[in-house]
């Protein structure tokens, strides 16, 4: 079932499961047919509601002790990602979903294997627009923020080779860095910190709270850093793409505002449907020349917005 607008109801075949960290997945999903076509397309930054409701659930031996309690709840609603990574091959589109176990539906997830089939709304909302004109790039991901930023990275190296590209990842914690592997020392004093851009050529940092992995503090203090020792650097010719948790997000909005860079943010919210029906993802934005705001759709005019349109609720 599909729409006009490309979006639609796709089966995708689970092509792999695989853990990669304490709590992290990747799950590679394979769609042919209309879907193939429809998700060949997809943009960094959309997203896909996830039917797992008929996913099992793990023996009790590979569940968290403190989901115990509510992993035989229900899942009646789909959940909400985006994807990592896309690549079209002949016929086939496959797309690599990472995701952390955090709760019920995802717990679930861990469990699809070769074969399976999984039902998938999409593809959903407003992805990150690649601006002309352009020379620098600067990916900011908080925690659970990588997959869109991630996705977004292998496409600007891919397509638009004029563009430098730089990454700044942050999380609590060295366990909580949702990537995979580490780089030998040599790699990391050459600036390439991070193993999945590192595939991709660019170069990146690490921030940890508790100093267990990179700089001790917060990813935004990597970012101002960065553009402290570029004093060369044109605002016009730089853009900021980034996804976290919603302080960070304010907190690189304001880095932009007071750099006059431009700067495109994804935001999450809680989604029930993903199509604009529920009315549940509300984003307050401001009105373009007012001292009004309005309330935007997270799912349809999101989730990415222009980091200087967003009201930040902290």
């Known amino acids: 079932m599909q729409s006009s607008s490309g979006k639609g109801q796709f089966d995708a075949t689970v092509a792999s499961n695989r853990q990669v960290g304490e ?34 659930l793990p023996s009790g031996d ?31 589109t496959s797309a690599e979903l990472l995701y952390r176990v955090v709760g019920p539906a995802t717990l679930r997830m861990t469990t699809l294997s070769n074969g399976n089939l999984v039902n998938i709304i999409g593809p959903l909302g407003k992805g990150f627009s690649i601006s002309q004109g352009k020379k620098t790039s600067l990916l900011v991901i908080g925690g659970m923020g990588a997959p869109p930023i991630l996705h977004l990275a292998r496409v600007l190296t891919a397509e638009h080779h004029n563009i430098e590209v730089e990454a700044f990842a942050g999380a609590k914690t060295v366990k909580e860095l949702p990537f995979e592997g580490r780089l030998d020392e040599i790699s990391r004093q050459l600036g390439f910190s991070i193993p999945e851009f590192a595939e991709c050529g660019i170069k990146s940092q690490v921030a940890t709270d508790d100093g267990s992995a990179g700089h001790e503090g ?41 750099r006059n860079i431009d700067c495109q943010i994804s935001m999450e919210r809680m989604m029930a449907c993903g199509i604009g029906v529920c009315q549940s993802c509300a984003v307050e934005c ?7 705001t309005v309330y935007k759709l997270c799912c349809e005019d999101g989730p990415v917005f222009d980091s200087g349109q967003v009201v930040f609720q902290l």
């Open 286 to 292: 401001q009105v373009e020349g007012s001292n009004e």
């Open 218 to 258: 917060v990813v935004t203090e990597l970012l101002e850093r960065w553009l402290d020792v570029k004093p060369g650097l044109s605002p016009d010719e730089a853009i900021i793409y980034a996804c976290g948790p919603e302080a960070m997000l304010a907190k690189v909005a304001e880095i932009a505002r007071e």
């Open 23 to 56: 709590r992290f997945y990747k799950l590679r999903l394979v769609f042919s047919g209309h879907g193939a076509a429809a998700f060949a397309k997809f943009e960094p930054g959309q997203f896909v509601q996830i039917d797992v409701s008929g996913a099992a």
């Open 62 to 92: 590979r569940m968290p002790t403190e989901l115990i309690n509510t992993v035989k709840r229900d899942i009646l609603l789909r959940r909400p990602f985006s994807f990592a990574d896309v690549t079209r091959d002949g016929d086939k």
